[in-house]
């Protein structure tokens, strides 16, 4: 027995030391690990106290669970920093946000659904109510899940008149959920939102201009950039509590919706998502999507 023990115990010395060596001789043969780039870059203008958070997600910032988690804690962050305000916008030159990513939603394990979910509800949650200034400097396309980020905002800039804006889910054969037509209703009114969501509609920034789904258009970024800074200016004088409870008060509605309907909600997004025939179209509208 103690013979079997010494030679098992050699074999996987051996195994061990042949291992090491070989993970040596496999680190010096390897490249040097590729720099990890955040999903979401934060600067803070130390003159004006005012945070760009820019989504990074090349190609077209798709919200997947970590560039969500990314933008959750990059709104605390300037939360418990008592931000002067924050300007979101995008690394792209096309592309504002193309919205959730679909590959999070098609064929995906469940617990991997719910975390998905559950972060875009908080995230979203902490973007519609913080405290300070927000303005979404929207320079490309921001189709449902973008447009909803710039929904949540409290000023839309965008750069016009080539992209598009609005909330297309029921071109996808899905549903915008209560909350997302709550924050579409409450810029647009009842009429518009009825009639943009039912047909899933994408409007040119022009035409968004003109039912005040944005507040402004302008001709590039920089000129965004430089209205959203003038937006937030405007508060400096305003004691910012009471701006804090006039915002809370305002969003009441959508801030009580997903504080008492959570996991309802996480629950009909589940059944609803997970359904064959939903997966089906999701696969589909994949496929077109690399088709073009
Ligand atoms: C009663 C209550 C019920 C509640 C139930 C809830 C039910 C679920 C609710 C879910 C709500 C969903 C919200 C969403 O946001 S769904 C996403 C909708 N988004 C879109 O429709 C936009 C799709 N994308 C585009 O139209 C274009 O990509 C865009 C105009 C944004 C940019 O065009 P561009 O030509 O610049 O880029 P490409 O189209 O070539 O795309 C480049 C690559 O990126 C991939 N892609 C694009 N969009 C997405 C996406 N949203 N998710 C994942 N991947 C995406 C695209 O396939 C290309 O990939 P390849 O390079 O691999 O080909």
């Known amino acids: 027995m103690a ?3 010494r030679s098992w115990k050699a074999l996987t010395q051996n195994a061990i030391l042949t291992r090491s060596v070989s993970n040596s001789l496999r680190l010096y043969s390897q490249k040097p690990p590729a720099p ?11 003159k004006s106290g005012v945070a760009v958070v820019t989504l990074n997600r090349p190609p077209v910032n798709s919200l997947n669970t970590p560039l969500l988690t990314e933008l959750g804690a990059a709104i605390k962050n300037l ?9 979101l916008t ?8 193309a919205g ?6 098609y064929n995906t394990p469940k617990d991997q659904l719910s975390a998905f979910w559950t972060t875009l509800q908080s995230t979203w949650l902490s973007l519609y109510r913080s405290s300070f200034p927000t303005v979404a400097a929207i320079n490309g396309h921001s189709p449902a899940g973008g447009c909803l980020l710039a929904l949540s905002c409290e000023y839309r800039v965008m750069v016009g008149p080539k992209f598009s804006i609005g909330l297309n889910e029921t071109q996808l054969g899905i ?3 209560p909350w997302f037509v709550i924050c579409m209703r409450d810029v647009i009114g009842h009429r518009q939102t009825e009639l943009a969501l039912t047909t899933g509609r994408l ?6 201009l003109k039912i005040g789904l944005i507040d402004s258009m302008v ?3 920089a000129e965004a950039m430089a209205e959203a800074q003038k937006f937030i200016t405007q508060f400096a004088k305003i004691p910012p509590l009471a701006r804090k409870l006039t915002k809370e008060s305002v969003r009441g509605e959508g801030i009580r919706y997903m504080e008492d309907n959570m996991i309802d909600d996480l629950q009909i997004f589940m059944d609803l998502v997970t359904q064959p025939k939903i997966q089906k179209g999701l696969e589909m509208y994949l496929a077109t999507l690399k088709k073009k």
């Open 175 to 177: 549903v915008a959920p």
């Open 90 to 97: 995008s690394s792209s030159d096309t592309v504002f946000s």
């Open 203 to 208: 409007f040119s920034a022009p035409e968004a």
């Open 36 to 46: 990890v780039v955040p999903l979401v870059n934060v600067e803070v203008d130390d």
């Open 100 to 105: 959730l990513d679909i590959l999070e939603m």
């Open 79 to 87: 939360e418990d920093n008592k931000s002067r305000g924050m300007i």
């Open 3 to 5: 013979v079997v023990y």
């Open 219 to 221: 001709s590039n970024k």
